[in-house]
């Protein structure tokens, strides 16, 4: 078996108060080095974020070595096909927040997680919560928490996008773009892995959203429980070196290339700045390459 055969990779988050950020930042570093993991942890004074690769066997040392503590058990691991060389080295950091929204004040966090935010839905729930708002003849209107690049590959039907190049641009588009014409509507949020939006939840409700639901798990969790058989469409960016994901084999491509206008998933980066992403199928891209 080859090495990259037990590999996984691990995606998590906890909104909890931590006293001590820099104390937490110093055991995850030596915890994740002993452990020869890679990837992204992230610590703030309201929790913590992390994008783990590394062996099976590793991997579940972590979540042991986790749940052996107040603060980070029972967290939910999302696991993920990858491996330890998606990540360049691994990155553990102190930021005065764990997703960049510029709302560190917006969001209410105790040792029950963030208790101003939006109803959290399972996939299987908020199908049912679908139901009932249609044979109420109520719209419900699905929000992505992403920003606009990430939703090019792959999104919820009947979608609103935001305008948005980073998680800071959130502030200014649900307080002035198409989904602020909707406040009065059921709006279901939904983000990779469900961490955006317990806090954009929380800032929609802070400016009068009336009834805000937040997909549990996020998209990943959608993914695992309908595959490509439910209200998804197209295939999963994500912020590792694969750029993207499929829930199956029957993931379609959604996005046209630039270039050709043939349909494709594949993402270029050209310029190493991942907010100018551009569409470009591999043909296209190996003849910009040759040029």
């Known amino acids: 078996m080859k090495e990259t055969d ?15 950020p820099d104390m937490t930042m110093r055991w995850q570093r030596e915890l994740c080095t002993r452990l020869n993991l890679r990837g992204r942890v992230l610590i703030s004074p309201h929790g913590i ?17 986790m749940s052996d503590t107040d603060q980070f058990k029972k967290i939910v691991y999302k696991w993920s096909n990858g491996s330890r060389e998606d990540f360049p080295k691994l990155k553990v950091k102190v930021k005065p927040e764990i997703v960049a929204f510029d709302a560190a004040d917006e969001i209410v966090v105790s040792e029950r997680g963030i208790e101003n935010g939006g109803k959290h839905l399972k996939p299987a729930a908020l199908h049912k919560m ?3 708002k249609k044979k109420a003849g109520q719209d419900v209107i699905f929000y992505d928490g ?8 792959g ?16 502030k200014k588009d649900i307080e002035e773009g ?19 939006c317990e806090i954009l939840s929380a800032m929609m409700k802070n400016r009068g959203y009336e009834e805000v639901y937040q997909m549990d798990g996020g998209i990943v969790k959608y993914g695992e429980k309908f595959k490509d058989k439910g209200l998804w469409e197209g295939k999963l960016f994500v912020f590792d ?10 993931a379609e491509d959604i996005a046209e290339c630039e ?20 569409v470009v199928c591999e043909s296209c891209a190996n003849k910009m390459k040759t040029a």
């Open 6 to 20: 037990s590999q996984k990779i691990i995606l998590f988050y906890k909104f909890v108060p931590i006293a001590d």
């Open 241 to 250: 070196d694969r750029m993207q994901m499929s829930f199956s084999d029957e």
């Open 259 to 278: 270039q050709c206008g043939k349909k494709t998933s594949n993402l270029q980066n050209s310029e190493n700045i991942r907010r100018q992403l551009h």
């Open 155 to 170: 999104k919820f039907k009947n979608t609103i996008i935001p305008q948005t190049e980073t998680s800071r641009d959130f």
């Open 49 to 65: 974020n992390g994008t783990l690769g590394g062996s099976k066997h590793d991997l579940e040392l972590y979540k042991r070595a």
């Open 146 to 153: 992403r920003n606009m690049y990430e939703a090019k590959i």
């Open 178 to 196: 198409e989904i602020s014409k909707h406040k009065d509507k059921p709006i279901v949020t939904y983000c990779t892995g469900g961490i955006r």
């Open 130 to 132: 679908l139901d009932e």
